[in-house]
């Protein structure tokens, strides 16, 4: 990948020749070119094996890695801008350094972007296939009797006709489908003792910390693993699902 990244800013700036480079001959085009290559690879390795060890996590959000792959992009620039005086020689400009940094970037989103696209669609689908349950695994009970953790509710439904789940402060409300309409049954207790009481049925998703869906029901699923929606069938509510589960959904 990262060879990849310098293969390409080579390959980019040599062919189409932005910022000037059509000023030079093309043997000189050619040392630029591939010496800018050559210097964003050296910098990729430097971020990758030296600097993200110590600074990354499983945890950052998309906001963080953005940030971070600002600051590489950032300091490809200056290593640009000092390599072009190497060769150039002349007095230190703070004008072209800060121009410098932007053409890194400028030319490091495309690169960028294409690695975003294919890296969260691995995972996603990892994610997937690391979540999908065999058909022969799939079990309902005909009956249970949800509490949520409070004895005096006893709600008893065909989890086949659960739409989905949700809590608010202290209360829990089941919706199942009748005659191909939403029912809604609120009652006192907690999500974690309902999902409890679900777990024998592998057809129940906790896909936010508010929300237990069927995954019969799912018709649409919207957005990416940072705000995704999903949308279940004989209803127009919209559950939300946190980015810890976003890949589990099928």
């Known amino acids: 990948m990262i060879a990849g990244f310098g293969l390409f ?12 480079l059509t000023g030079l001959k093309t043997l000189q085009q050619l040392f630029m070119t591939f010496g800018f290559g050559a210097v964003t690879t050296v910098m990729l390795i430097v971020f990758k094996f030296l600097l993200e ?33 190497l060769i150039f020689g002349g007095l230190f400009s703070i004008k072209y350094l800060f121009t410098s940094i932007w053409i ?8 960028v972007t ?15 296939k690391e979540a999908d349950i ?15 953790g409070n ?7 065909n989890p086949r006709e659960i739409l989905y789940i949700c809590s608010n402060d202290n209360y829990v409300t089941i919706v199942t489908i009748k005659e191909d309409s939403p029912v809604k049954t609120t009652i006192r207790g907690t999500l974690m003792s309902a999902e409890e009481e679900l777990s024998r049925n592998t057809r129940f998703l906790r896909c936010h910390k508010c929300y237990i869906i069927n995954l019969d029901y799912v018709e649409k699923i919207t957005g990416n693993s940072q ?3 999903v949308r279940l069938k004989h209803t127009d509510d919209i559950i939300p699902v ?5 890949g589990l959904l099928t």
Request: without cysteine; aromatic residues 18%.
């Open 9 to 20: 800013i080579f390959l980019f700036l040599f062919i189409f020749k932005p910022f000037g």
């Open 53 to 85: 060890p110590f600074f990354v996590n499983k945890k950052w959000t998309l906001g963080n890695h953005m940030v971070w792959d600002l600051i590489i992009a950032s300091s490809i620039g200056v290593a640009n801008y000092f390599y072009i005086f």
């Open 104 to 111: 890194a970037i400028l030319v490091g989103v495309i690169p």
């Open 114 to 128: 294409i690695s975003y696209i294919i890296n969260y669609n691995v995972q996603y689908r990892n994610a997937l």
């Open 134 to 148: 065999p058909e022969e695994k799939i079990f309902w009970d005909e009956e249970v009797i949800l509490t949520a």
């Open 151 to 157: 004895e005096k509710n006893e709600v008893k439904v």
């Open 227 to 229: 705000n995704m929606k």
């Open 242 to 246: 946190s980015r810890a589960k976003a």
